[in-house]
């Protein structure tokens, strides 16, 4: 299993460990969960301040790009930070089928749309269906790229964190505040989205937690969660558009039905990730319950 970590640094605070424990024991003691949580939170906060200093960006006016690829990567160092102070595992794991899975968000949410367009609840343009199709292969490649940061910190740290001390059910309610608080905030500076599509987008993220934090289980690894954030930000969060420009959009109409914070991506957001929450926790090879504590 791939993780980040290495030799431990030890405040005064933190309990002295035998010296006969390993270190894969030590990075997944509980009595250092504390002690985890706080140097990730505060690194991840330092490093998305210094990349708000360092940009000064105007409130309702769009960021530059430096800022926002700075405060992806926030959460990735607040992870390496504490993989070696904590010490702390950061599972990042290598890549699997299960990464075919994250594709399905985004084509449930192209279902959705595409039926809303063909009753006429949204306009469906679909001359510019197959060139989105094509496009959508290296938006969601840089989507990916740029969604790494966050997953190595959310769910490479967090996630694995939580489900060694609770359940699936309170893994995720634990983790998608948490998540929802770093994105409201953009929103609410006018940096990212709409505040009239927050209710929305709220619902999608709910969903997207549980659907990542299935996949991130059953593989053990990150990549999943990164190619299904990098497939929804490169198609959905992209209003589906075939160049990723307004004037060659395959669905047109309301706001608050298309795009990332409408409610028809939404919608199907959440559902997938309650199917996926449903069949992970209550299937016939249920996975619901605190993850083991062995050393990895």
Same mark, same amino acid.
């Given at each position: ?21 390993s270190m894969a024991e030590l990075r997944i003691d509980p009595a250092y969960d504390g002690r985890r949580l706080v140097v990730f939170f505060g690194v991840t906060t ?30 990735? @160092? ?6 070696? $102070?904590? #010490? =702390? &595992? *950061?599972?990042? +794991?290598?890549?699997? %089928?299960? /990464? ?113 934090? @299935? ?6 690894? $990150?990549? #999943? =969660? &990164? *190619?299904?954030? +990098?497939?929804?930000? %490169?198609? /959905? ?60």
């Amino acid at each position: 299993m791939a993780t980040i970590g290495g030799d431990t640094w030890r405040g005064a605070s933190a309990p002295d460990p035998p010296r006969s424990r390993s270190m894969a024991e030590l990075r997944i003691d509980p009595a250092y969960d504390g002690r985890r949580l706080v140097v990730f939170f505060g690194v991840t906060t330092l490093a998305a301040m210094f990349a708000v200093f360092a940009t000064s960006p105007q409130i309702d006016v769009e960021p530059p790009p430096d800022l926002l690829l700075m405060l992806l990567y926030a959460p990735a @160092v607040g992870a390496v930070v504490v993989a070696y $102070i904590g #010490p =702390a &595992v *950061v599972r990042v +794991g290598w890549p699997s %089928g299960w /990464v075919l899975a994250g594709l399905v968000p985004p084509a449930a949410a192209l279902m959705v749309t595409t039926m809303a367009g063909l009753l006429g609840v949204v306009g469906f343009h679909s001359e510019h269906l197959g060139r989105m199709l094509a496009y959508a292969v290296p938006f969601t490649l840089i989507g990916a790229a740029l969604a790494f940061g966050e997953e190595v910190g959310w769910r490479g740290f967090l996630w694995p964190l939580l489900r060694r001390r609770t359940s699936f059910w309170i893994s995720a309610l634990v983790l998608a505040p948490a998540w929802w608080a770093t994105h409201a905030l953009l929103v609410l500076v006018g940096w990212y989205g709409s505040v009239d599509g927050l209710p929305a987008y709220t619902v999608g993220l709910v969903g997207f937690v549980l659907f990542a934090g @299935v996949l991130t289980d059953r593989s053990r690894s $990150i990549w #999943p =969660a &990164v *190619v299904a954030h +990098g497939a929804w930000n %490169g198609t /959905v969060a992209l209003s589906f558009s075939a160049t990723g420009d307004e004037e060659n959009l395959v669905f047109s109409g309301s706001d608050a039905l298309l795009g990332a914070f409408g409610w028809l991506a939404a919608t199907s957001m959440l559902l997938v990730g309650l199917a996926y929450a449903g069949w992970h926790v209550y299937g016939p090879d249920p996975r619901g319950g605190r993850e083991e504590t062995g050393p990895r």
